[in-house]
């Protein structure tokens, strides 16, 4: 695993999502940072970006939750997020939460430097992977946010593209919503119900052994319901399917280091 760019200095803000219920995506994306060259700091005092309020139309409650986060990125560095979803919010309406706000120039500041995992990965360390897995078939599942915010589809293909044992099958419902949206499957049930019904049987038809995806809400939905219907699917965050595959059980060091 090797990376054209020098050690650098990124933030780290993992999502509450990722904290509570997949710390190991978490842990997994900062090793992969660092074994690209990269020096993670993780703020401690992060909690939630905000998304969940401002997406059940509730401006000001967004705003002080965002707000909290302003002030945990004074350096000038990249802010690394493993969840397309989180880093939309950050990235593409911070701006528009704080407008008019003695906030606002710290919104922009945070949102001009978010970076969605993959993005980082690819479009700015440059990352190269080496496959020590054997073969396999997987699904990729995009969250909607992650697509339309962040073109994650476009860097996740090109990090799953170098695992030479790695095969991408593609579903017939790999561009659609997984369903759950955030509070839309709690105030539309049934309709959640029926979207994550219809992904989960393409993902079983395509043959594929792994479900990957960016973002851990979709992951949690997609396997919680097959899990429930009584066919099981392995789902894994792309943080951890890529260090398990790029570093393998040999190292925990890249093969040729940064450059």
Not at 52 to 62: I, L, N, V
Not at 65 to 78: D, N
């Amino acid at each position: 695993m090797t990376a054209s760019t020098a050690t650098q200095d990124v933030y780290f803000f993992c999502t509450c999502l990722v904290d509570l219920f997949v710390p190991e995506a978490g842990l997994d994306a900062v090793t992969l940072l660092e074994k690209s060259g990269v020096r993670v700091h993780f703020p401690e005092e992060q909690t939630c970006c905000g998304q969940p309020a401002y997406t059940s139309g509730q401006p000001d409650e967004a705003r002080a939750v965002a707000r909290q986060q302003l002030g945990l990125f004074p350096k000038p560095w990249p802010i690394i997020l493993p969840s397309g979803s989180c880093a939309g919010m950050m990235r593409h309406h911070y701006p528009t939460l704080f407008a008019g706000t003695p906030d606002l120039a710290r919104a922009e500041s945070v949102a001009s430097r978010v970076w969605e995992l993959s993005e980082f990965l690819v479009d700015v360390l440059g990352v190269r992977l080496t496959d020590y897995g054997v073969p396999t078939r997987v699904a990729l599942h995009t969250s909607c946010s992650a697509r339309r915010e962040t073109n994650a589809l476009r860097t996740t293909r090109a990090l799953l593209g170098q695992l030479d044992q790695v095969t991408l099958e593609i579903q017939d419902h790999e561009s659609e919503c997984c369903g759950f949206g955030g509070m839309f499957s709690v105030r539309h049930p049934e309709i959640s119900g029926g979207i994550v019904r219809d992904k989960v049987a393409a993902i079983r038809a395509c043959g594929a052994e792994t479900l990957i995806t960016g973002d851990c809400g979709c992951m949690l939905n997609i396997t919680g319901h097959a899990a429930k219907t009584g066919t099981a699917i392995t789902g894994k965050h792309l943080a951890s399917f890529l260090l398990e595959r790029a570093l393998g059980l040999e190292a925990l060091t890249k093969k040729g280091g940064a450059k």
